[in-house]
């Protein structure tokens, strides 16, 4: 009897699981056709398809799994998809042709990078589905972000090589760090209090990231991906040697692209040692996003149309998965 009464208790809870029917997604973006793929992390299957929406560039989740945000470059708008059946539900004129986009940790705002002169950050509210304001920023940007306490904006300009870091309450700006290279992809550490530590950047023509200190606003390390091993090759094929990172949940482990090398590379944190070296055989490594628990990485391959899983413990690539025509930016998020 105890027995059957955990049973229940098991199917139960994954029936209300199911109901509740959230689940874990990779959302992967591609840079050619109309269509955005759903990975199951779970099974490295291709799960849904979001159609209609023609060069997409950026992707996010809604904190809430209702809805997924697509910047659209074909029709400079930012697209709401619904979550559930997957069809664009809306589409938000923004300022100017877009790049990356960020959603805010409350989920009230969207945030857009406008890549086309004079640039900035186009501020989208969720609740009425408009285009509220214009950040503006030193260049035009072609990655926004937010902090992980929520509590900035950050966005990247290759045209004007500056971070720009805008107060997410106030929607002002703070500062901006002039890098000297233009400024491509991004991500943070934090402190035990959830304060921003550090902010990783990838810069144009660096095989490897910079290292800024979040408080003082100073460059503080320039860190190189590691050489090939004897016998291997670079791969000519990609605008930018070193495109795509992201922090583990735990805050422990940096992962790092290498276009060039066609590696994905792990630091341990704080201390920036390489740690580990995934070959890739997809071709291109042009971003990475990892899954909730910080097991898997999963690496976008523009050259060769897919996505590699990599196992973050062993650093071995574990699944290709095929997907659309040149795939770049990519997240992870909860779907309702």
């Given at each position: 009897?105890?027995?059957?009464?955990?049973?229940?208790?098991?199917?139960?809870?994954?029936?209300?699981?199911?109901?509740?029917?959230?689940?874990?997604?990779?959302?992967?973006?591609?840079?050619?056709?109309?269509?955005?793929?759903?990975?199951?992390?779970?099974?490295?299957?291709?799960?849904?398809?979001?159609?209609?929406?023609?060069?997409?560039?950026?992707?996010?989740v809604a904190p809430d799994g209702t809805r997924i945000y697509v910047s659209d470059e074909a029709e400079s708008t930012l697209d709401f998809v619904d979550g559930k059946s997957l069809k664009v539900i809306k589409k938000v004129k923004l300022s100017g042709h877009p790049n990356n986009i960020a959603v805010g940790k409350d989920g009230k705002r969207v945030y857009v990078g406008i890549i086309?002169?004079?640039?900035?950050?186009?501020?989208?509210?969720?609740?009425?589905?408009?285009?509220?304001?214009?950040?503006?920023?030193?260049?035009?940007?072609?990655?926004?972000?937010?902090?992980?306490?929520?509590?900035?904006?950050?966005?990247?300009?290759?045209?004007?090589?500056?971070?720009?870091?805008?107060?997410?309450?106030?929607?002002?700006?703070?500062?901006?760090?002039?890098?000297?290279?233009?400024?491509?992809?991004?991500?943070?550490?934090?402190?035990?209090?959830?304060?921003?530590?550090?902010?990783?950047?990838?810069?144009?023509?660096?095989?490897?990231?910079?290292?800024?200190?979040?408080?003082?606003?100073?460059?503080?390390?320039?860190?190189?991906?590691?050489?090939?091993?004897?016998?291997?090759?670079?791969?000519?094929?990609?605008?930018?040697?070193?495109?795509?990172?992201?922090?583990?949940?735990?805050?422990?482990?940096?992962?790092?692209?290498?276009?060039?090398?066609?590696?994905?590379?792990?630091?341990?944190?704080?201390?920036?040692?390489?740690?580990?070296?995934?070959?890739?055989?997809?071709?291109?490594?042009?971003?990475?996003?990892?899954?909730?628990?910080?097991?898997?990485?999963?690496?976008?391959?523009?050259?060769?149309?897919?996505?590699?899983?990599?196992?973050?413990?062993?650093?071995?690539?574990?699944?290709?998965?095929?997907?659309?025509?040149?795939?770049?930016?990519?997240?992870?998020?909860?779907?309702?």
């Amino acid at each position: 009897m105890k027995k059957l009464v955990i049973t229940a208790v098991v199917l139960f809870s994954a029936l209300s699981l199911s109901a509740a029917g959230k689940r874990v997604v990779i959302v992967q973006t591609n840079s050619a056709g109309d269509n955005v793929h759903l990975i199951d992390p779970a099974t490295n299957k291709v799960v849904g398809v979001i159609t209609g929406i023609e060069v997409n560039h950026g992707a996010a989740v809604a904190p809430d799994g209702t809805r997924i945000y697509v910047s659209d470059e074909a029709e400079s708008t930012l697209d709401f998809v619904d979550g559930k059946s997957l069809k664009v539900i809306k589409k938000v004129k923004l300022s100017g042709h877009p790049n990356n986009i960020a959603v805010g940790k409350d989920g009230k705002r969207v945030y857009v990078g406008i890549i086309q002169a004079p640039g900035g950050v186009d501020v989208i509210d969720t609740a009425t589905m408009t285009n509220v304001k214009t950040m503006p920023t030193h260049g035009s940007i072609h990655n926004a972000y937010v902090t992980p306490d929520g509590k900035f904006v950050v966005a990247g300009s290759i045209a004007g090589k500056t971070v720009n870091v805008f107060d997410a309450k106030t929607e002002e700006p703070v500062w901006y760090l002039d890098m000297g290279l233009g400024v491509r992809p991004m991500t943070f550490s934090w402190n035990p209090d959830g304060s921003t530590k550090w902010l990783f950047v990838q810069l144009t023509d660096f095989n490897g990231f910079a290292v800024v200190d979040f408080a003082t606003h100073k460059e503080i390390n320039r860190i190189k991906n590691p050489d090939l091993p004897p016998g291997k090759q670079e791969v000519p094929e990609g605008s930018d040697p070193s495109h795509g990172m992201a922090v583990t949940a735990d805050g422990k482990t940096l992962v790092v692209c290498s276009r060039i090398n066609n590696y994905l590379y792990s630091y341990s944190l704080p201390d920036l040692k390489n740690i580990g070296a995934a070959e890739l055989t997809g071709k291109g490594a042009g971003w990475v996003t990892l899954t909730p628990d910080g097991k898997t990485a999963y690496v976008a391959n523009p050259v060769t149309n897919d996505v590699s899983a990599v196992d973050i413990k062993t650093m071995k690539e574990v699944a290709r998965i095929p997907v659309g025509f040149v795939p770049k930016r990519n997240t992870t998020g909860i779907l309702q």
